[in-house]
């Protein structure tokens, strides 16, 4: 759920282990670099982030009962390979997809997560997504940003949070007799661990030790919960009290509930967690800040959540306006699984209105019909119509609000 990755690793194809769970949200560009096509949310180039804004939005938006545009919804389905994945983003989505796309699980996972909340698990475009997604699952249960690459923590919880909303059974997909539960206990930190104990590692460092990371522990604890990116309100649950031993086959929820014990500690002095770049002062980490609110909210656990809840809504504005729809969408996360939060006054703001400004103009807020089959055949339609026309789709593009 924040920075997976910085855009210069993206684009020369390398991996790094940063606190990140998705593409940078780079604040509104003057002069992206790539035509911004019709359908897509924000103004920035969206090289980098195109699809996994675009889903975040779309997720948030459904999350508060806003159908989007058709073009919205067809942008993104239109960025799918024809084998069911997707890149951070295609500017021709007309033209098939060769060995220079690179996709990747988190762009593939967020989308599935769209999709589904709007078409239905059932859809076929969530079905190849799905199968792509455990076609490339790693022999250690877990998933790397790219095909074959390392597991790391982030991807492994949004791919699980990815299959979930698809309607998988997520401890019945395996890889050589491991699951993603597997894959997570291995990054996990031991309850000996000190301050960390509990937290989750993004990846083993060069000689296999763990550094407890903010971003990875809110992804893993999320995808443990079987819980989406937009994470849900939970009734107050107790705070965990002991650390469960990650290699004594705890499960998925005491793992869970570790991750979320040490996001309490590490928000518990400040209200937010900081991010610090080399040679460069520690700064407030919004994003992570707001993606450790969702998880903790999604567990029940409102009172850890309630300083960091209202720091955020002090303090995000600026954030917000610079990062654009994808930071929007976080913060719709946030005001809608944590309790005492009105996503209609966020800090004086409604992140409703001003989420849905940064795209197409959406249709009326949903009438109870939840819309599935309409917006499936409005997806199916436009594609049929691309297909035939072998033009652009709708598109067009920004990023995802997180900061590294």
């Known amino acids: 759920m924040n920075v997976r990755r910085s855009a210069a690793a993206l684009a020369a194809g390398i991996t790094v282990t940063v606190s990140a769970t998705t593409p940078v949200a780079a604040g509104p560009s003057p002069s992206p670099s790539v035509a911004i096509p019709a359908g897509l949310y924000g103004t920035a180039d969206p090289t980098y982030d195109g699809v996994w804004r675009q889903s975040l939005a779309l997720l948030a938006q459904d999350a508060v009962g806003v159908r989007p545009a058709d073009s919205a919804v067809a942008w993104l389905a239109g960025q799918q390979c024809a084998d069911g994945g997707f890149a951070a983003f295609r500017a021709d989505p007309g033209k098939a997809c060769d060995a220079k796309v690179m996709v990747d699980t988190n762009s593939t996972a967020a989308a599935v997560q769209a999709l589904a909340a709007l078409a239905g698990s059932r859809d076929a475009r969530v079905a190849r997504a799905v199968a792509w997604l455990k076609s490339v699952e790693n022999p250690d249960g877990g998933w790397g940003y790219s095909p074959g690459g390392a597991s790391d923590a982030n991807s492994t919880g949004v791919v699980m949070g990815a299959l979930g909303a698809a309607g998988v059974t997520v401890p019945n997909v395996r890889k050589d007799g491991k699951s993603p539960y597997d894959a997570l206990r291995k990054l996990a930190l031991p309850c000996d661990g000190g301050t960390d104990a509990g937290a989750f590692a993004y990846q083993p460092d060069k000689k296999g030790g763990l550094v407890a990371n903010a971003d990875a522990t809110a992804a893993a604890v999320l995808g443990l919960a079987g819980q989406s990116l937009a994470g849900s309100r939970r009734d107050d649950a107790g705070a965990p009290a002991d650390c469960a031993r990650p290699d004594s086959g705890a499960s998925g929820t005491a793992l869970s509930r570790n991750g979320a014990r040490w996001l309490t500690r590490a928000l518990a002095k400040d209200g937010h967690l900081t991010t610090a770049l080399p040679g460069a002062e520690p700064q407030p980490d919004y994003g992570n800040t707001a993606d450790a609110v969702v998880a903790l909210s999604s567990l029940g656990l409102h009172d850890q959540a309630a300083k960091p ?74 594609l049929l119509v691309v297909a035939a026309a072998g033009a652009v789709l709708f598109a067009r593009g920004r990023g995802r609000g997180r900061q590294q």
Do not use: C, I
């Open 309 to 382: 809840l209202r720091w955020l809504e002090t303090h995000a504005k600026a954030w917000a306006a610079r990062g654009g729809p994808a930071a929007y969408a976080q913060l719709v996360f946030v005001a809608t699984t944590a309790k005492g939060a009105d996503v209609h006054d966020f800090g004086g703001q409604d992140l409703v209105s001003l989420l849905n400004a940064t795209g197409p103009e959406v249709k009326a807020a949903s009438d109870g019909n939840d819309g599935s089959s309409e917006v499936a055949w409005a997806v199916g339609g436009a």
